[in-house]
């Protein structure tokens, strides 16, 4: 993998033709069922969830879609979800963890969604929550970063036991958009901010945020979305057997401290 | 990159900065300042104007009366007025909060190093060290109210609108663990913009490693009460502050999750002016109650009690 810029990276991510998971979930799982609603608001579209068949074993499946055209956005919100979204996936989770599968997840966002109805339904709560529950949660967590990762929209779904990006995907505590118009009041220069944050996927290797890199075909994704999708599934599937080693115990232990370490300071 | 290097040359400009002689006295204030056991808030007359300069009047941000400074101090810096709750410095916090001289720093010396290399921040933070006299944006440690132990975190603004780092995520998820392993409760006072943009990708981390240290605490029993003031946004009312058993507000604080710019900047509306208040957190469900700065100490204290902690004898 040649190193690429955050810059060129979101160039590639933000190709029309980049697949989403719509693209790879038939690619990976069989037998997709999708399961809806939170049970106390709604159902939002920017997070699926279902339970499928990996490798002839059940799992659950949560994912952040991103649309492939204005009506596909329009109907998952450009993939940023809603409270009831995260509340959704919240559910799904302690019904894996009942029914002892793994969960698998796919993320990619811009973000939690900003917006008066996510203010009144608590979304600092719902992401809040979720990070709570994953921590805790007695299933193993596979989970991949497909595209963006953006902030705690996607921190929600990447508490878990073994976390990869896709080649060019990226993982940012703010978008280079904001970061701009923050550092420079000047949202135009997201490129030399996208640079200053280090969000690529060799970066947060490097920081030791993920464990893993999918590589994708040369230029992209969209140039073969089954070549990728066969990456993926290579990942999930030694991912899983690695983890499903250790016992419940373990498990939560080694999901601790691989967060507990994670921090830079003097004393 | 060299860590140590960096490591090193933040200890140069650390040490002989006077930030930790200032730190020292003013940690001595804590010490010396509050009266008896009592439930009134202690001796904010005494405290150094840490939290509203000297004499400078105070603005309200919200009613836009303006008060005298010592009139202000003596109100423990709310609006006489309108009654917003301004903010003020940990040291202050801790000054009217806590029984005098209980308060027993932890990681005094943990400083903020530059994991992503970003421009300018080792001398701002250095900057901001000197200034206010503390080593991040967060003190934390032990103390009481009414000689009942309690571990305690207090953020302060005053450091980079008290954003979370690796420092502030490292001291909470510390200070949960002390609690957790001492059998202690945990009374937490966020404020906050959120999570550090100057420490990339890791400061989002802290987001997960702070309520994963509240998931941990809270499995082995622990009593959590979150108590929020202005402001408490972001990626820290998304993690371990919407994270406690009770979550108490300070009155018309701003709590909320994106900013308010940012939400008008998406449906191209202005929004109303309690939008993100404390009222309105109340009002949503979000918050177990409001409580005033002057009544916060005896509510504490009751809630400890109704935990089992302090029972009804008083050694003071």
Request: proline share 4%; hydrophobic share 40%.
């Amino acid at each position: 993998m040649s190193a690429k810029s955050a810059w060129d990276c979101l160039q590639i991510i933000r190709n029309k033709n980049r697949p989403t998971v719509e693209n790879y979930i038939p690619l990976i799982f069989d037998e997709f069922y999708e399961l809806h609603g939170d049970r106390h608001f709604g159902d939002d579209h920017a997070i699926k969830g279902g339970i499928a068949s990996f490798e002839g074993k059940p799992v659950t499946v949560l994912a952040q879609v991103k649309g492939r055209n204005l009506n596909e956005n329009k109907n998952t919100n450009f993939a940023m979800p809603h409270p009831e979204g995260y509340r959704k996936a919240m559910r799904l989770a302690l019904q894996a963890e009942k029914f002892k599968r793994p969960i698998i997840c796919f993320i990619d966002t811009p973000g939690a969604f900003c917006g008066i109805d996510a203010e009144k339904r608590g979304q600092g709560e719902a992401i809040a929550q979720s990070l709570f529950l994953f921590s805790k949660l007695k299933t193993p967590v596979i989970s991949v970063i497909l595209g963006e990762g953006g902030s705690g929209g996607a921190l929600a779904l990447a508490v878990c036991d073994r976390l990869a990006m896709l080649e060019n995907a990226v993982y940012s505590v703010i978008s280079p958009r904001g970061a701009a118009s923050i550092l420079w009041k000047d949202a135009a220069k997201e490129k030399d901010a996208a640079e200053v944050l280090k969000i690529t996927a060799p970066d947060c290797k490097s920081f030791g945020i993920i464990e893993n890199i999918i590589s994708e075909p040369i230029g992209g994704a969209h140039n073969s979305p089954t070549d990728t999708a066969e990456n993926i599934k290579a990942y999930i599937s030694n991912s899983i057997r690695d983890v499903t080693k250790l016992n419940t115990e373990e498990l939560l232990k080694a999901r601790y401290h691989k967060f507990r370490k994670i921090g830079v300071y003097g004393e | 990159m060299a860590l140590e290097n960096l490591f090193g040359l933040v200890k140069e400009r650390w040490k002989p900065t006077s930030s930790e002689t200032t730190k020292e006295e003013n940690t001595e204030a804590v010490k010396g300042t509050a009266a008896e056991i009592t439930d009134a808030p202690l001796a904010a007359a005494e405290a150094a104007a840490t939290s509203g300069g000297t004499a400078v009047p105070f603005k309200c941000p919200r009613c836009m009366q303006t008060t005298p400074a010592d009139a202000f101090s003596q109100n423990l810096w709310v609006c006489p007025s309108c009654n917003f709750h301004s903010r003020i410095s940990a040291l202050d916090r801790l000054r009217i909060f806590v029984d005098k001289g209980t308060f027993s720093e932890f990681d005094k010396t943990m400083t903020s190093l530059n994991p992503i290399e970003f421009p300018g921040y080792d001398e701002k933070t250095a900057a901001l060290r000197a200034k206010t006299g503390i080593s991040d944006a967060i003190l934390t440690g032990t103390a009481s109210i009414h000689n009942i132990p309690f571990v305690i975190g207090v953020m302060d603004s005053n450091f980079l609108m008290a954003s979370m780092g690796s420092v502030v995520g490292e001291k909470i998820t510390r200070a949960f663990e002390y609690a957790e392993e001492n059998g202690l409760p945990m009374v937490l006072f966020s404020a906050s913009g959120g999570a550090r943009m100057q420490e990339g990708i890791i400061s989002l981390m802290q987001m997960a490693k702070t309520s994963a240290a509240a998931a941990r605490y809270s499995e082995a029993g622990g009593l959590f009460i979150s108590i929020l003031t202005d402001p408490t946004t972001g990626g820290v009312e998304a993690s371990f502050a919407s994270l406690g058993d009770i979550i108490i507000a300070e009155p018309k604080v701003l709590i909320g999750f994106a900013g308010r710019r940012v939400i008008e900047g998406t449906i191209k509306q202005h929004l109303p002016e309690d939008f993100q208040s404390a009222e309105f957190q109340l009002e949503h469900g979000f918050v177990d109650m409001i409580v005033e700065r002057k009544a916060m100490r005896k509510t504490l204290r009751h809630i400890l009690r109704l935990h089992g902690f302090g029972g009804v004898k008083n050694v003071g």
